[in-house]
């Protein structure tokens, strides 16, 4: 039986890495060893798993099914394993956390830096990305989700919502005048922060509004920033520009064109949950909704 779960493993290795060779390379394994571990998978079964060609692996009808089954199968394996440590009885072990990449360094940071004091059985690993991950794929444990969420699995707990906010700094509107509704903003120079919208309009509802870019930029700090110099008006979230606008950076503009706000999740797997995400979440969530409530106001 463990040859079996070994070779299921190895199996579903090479299916994500797309080819035996790249798998081989994953688990340190001889490429001939890998191709035999599957060949006796099928031979067990009397089915073709996968087909080989120069594009990679590709699975057979049999194949699709068997290795969701086996991905199964292997996680009620590591599961077991895990409860048998006693993750299920204690908070320890390590918890993998994803957030935006603001969002963690002003919200997840302190708030991971204080559960790990009092929890000091428990490590964490947070990566932070402003591109969705895959659970599975990368052992995330819980991720932080801005936005409404598509119909899946995985279980999800809200702890607030933030705005999606134009602001500019009051020298840049004392000279260029402050505009009083969304079509203004084709009067004056904007800075697009690319991850939210478009470079050559921005949506406001129903409607969308033509703007030019004098600057485009892959992150909010970087439109924060250029914004908080005078260049022109930005559109970022709520959160990444409450520093800048209570300390006067940064003001605030076209309030009454705001679109709904974005919901705020934790996300995370179904199943019985191991004590140190329970912890987690209980811990997070309501420091969270209390960091996040004055970002709807």
């Known amino acids: 039986m463990v040859d079996r779960l070994d070779s299921m493993s190895i199996l579903v290795t090479a299916v994500d890495a797309g080819s035996f060779t790249a798998g081989a390379r ?31 692996l590709a699975l057979t009808e049999a194949g699709v099914t068997y290795v969701a089954a086996c991905r199964r199968i292997l996680e009620q394996v590591a599961e077991a394993e895990r409860a048998a440590a006693g993750e299920f009885s204690a908070p320890r072990g390590l918890l993998t956390v994803t957030a935006p990449i ?7 940071v302190p708030l991971i830096t204080a559960f790990l004091m009092a929890y000091p059985d428990v490590d964490v690993r947070l990566h932070q990305g402003d591109r969705m991950v895959s659970f599975q794929e990368e052992h995330v444990d819980l991720a932080v989700r801005i936005g409404h969420l598509p119909d899946s699995s995985l279980r999800a707990r809200r702890v607030g919502a933030v705005r999606e906010v134009v602001c ?11 505009p009083a509704r969304a079509e203004d903003l084709a009067h004056h120079d904007c800075i697009t922060f690319e991850n939210l919208m478009g470079a050559d309009r921005w949506r406001f509802g129903d409607r969308q509004v033509r703007i030019g870019s004098r600057l485009i930029v892959n992150t909010a700090d970087a439109a924060i920033c250029a ?23 940064l003001k605030i503009v076209l309030t009454g064109d705001e679109p709904e706000a974005w919901p705020v999740h934790l996300l995370y797997g179904g199943g019985i949950l191991p004590q140190k995400l329970r912890a987690f979440i209980d811990f997070a969530a309501p420091r969270l909704s209390a960091a996040l409530s004055g970002n709807t106001g």
């Open 26 to 56: 994953e688990l340190g394994m001889p490429l001939a060893t890998v191709s035999r571990r599957v060949a006796e998978l099928e031979e067990r079964l009397g089915a073709q798993l996968v087909t080989r060609s120069t594009r990679g």
């Open 102 to 108: 603001v969002f963690g360094r002003i919200h997840m």
């Open 168 to 178: 500019a700094s009051p020298a840049y509107l004392a000279a260029q005048g402050e």
């Open 227 to 249: 914004a908080a110099a005078g260049l022109g008006l930005t559109r970022v979230l709520s959160y990444q520009v409450a520093e800048a606008v209570a300390d006067g950076r």
